[in-house]
T-cell receptor, first 112, second 112 residues
Framework: GDSVTQMEGPVTLSEEAFLTINCTYT??????LFWYVQYPGEGLQLLLK?????DKGSNKGFEATYRKETTSFHLEKGSVQVSDSAVYFC???????????FGTGTRLQVFP | NAGVMQNPRHLVRRRGQEARLRCSPM?????VYWYRQLPEEGLKFMVY????????ESGMPKERFSAEFPKEGPSILRIQQVVRGDSAAYFC??????????FGQGTRLTVV
């Protein structure tokens, strides 16, 4: 069945460091792919998405490219800030609906 | 356009009581999804509803849990005879047909 696998956290970085959070997926067909972010005590917010192979989603300095050949959708940011500290979830819809399968989440901690 | 509104934000129930969680979708959204997030875990799909219809309840526990999305009013997730293991954050999401899901801030249920 469809699934999402994320790297385990926490990821601990200093401010202005480069960030990569790995996400790989298995799916029937070519679904859209999403990254959601959950700040402390808050709900999930859509961070970025890509709808087809080779698409690059970007928002707030974060990027992720839909790689069909490696079934990956890794999240990257060139220079993280303390305010980026949150839990990041990779997700994809299944069964042609917006029912989402989430990865287990990766906690990012950025220190000044 | 207000976002997805969930209430209450925090709910404390004693074992054996009933918990009622409410979700008002974004204006124009006809699809509602409920997810549960256990501590230190990702979100798990529970149920997908459209107005007056349960479309997919494959993630709902077989007993004590029910959900509805009436023609008028918010969607309700009801948990009867709560147990400690029901303590979690419950998130509602809404979407238009074939659109990205927007999440509420969640209801944190604590069973004491």
């Amino acid at each position: 069945g469809d699934s999402v696998t994320q790297m385990e956290g926490p990821v601990t970085l200093s401010e202005e460091a480069f960030l990569t959070i790995n996400c790989t997926y298995t799916a029937t067909g070519y679904p859209s792919l999403f990254w959601y972010v959950q700040y402390p005590g808050e709900g999930l917010q859509l961070l970025l998405k890509a709808t087809k192979a080779d698409d690059k989603g970007s928002n707030k300095g974060f990027e992720a490219t839909y790689r069909k050949e490696t079934t990956s959708f890794h999240l990257e940011k060139g220079s993280v800030q303390v305010s980026d500290s949150a839990v990041y979830f990779c997700a994809l819809p299944i069964d042609g609906t917006d029912k989402l399968i989430f990865g287990t989440g990766t906690r990012l901690q950025v220190f000044p | 356009n207000a976002g997805v509104m969930q209430n209450p934000r925090h709910l404390v129930r004693r074992r054996g009581q009933e918990a009622r969680l409410r979700c008002s979708p974004m204006k124009g959204h006809s699809h509602v999804y409920w997810y549960r997030q256990l501590p230190e875990e990702g979100l798990k799909f529970m149920v997908y509803l459209q107005k007056e219809n349960i479309i997919d309840e494959s993630g709902m526990p077989k007993e004590r849990f029910s959900a509805e999305f009436p023609k008028e009013g918010p969607s309700i997730l009801r948990i009867q005879q709560v147990v400690r293991g029901d303590s979690a954050a419950y998130f509602c999401a809404s979407s238009p047909p074939q659109g990205a899901a927007f999440f509420g801030q969640g209801t944190r249920l604590t069973v004491v």
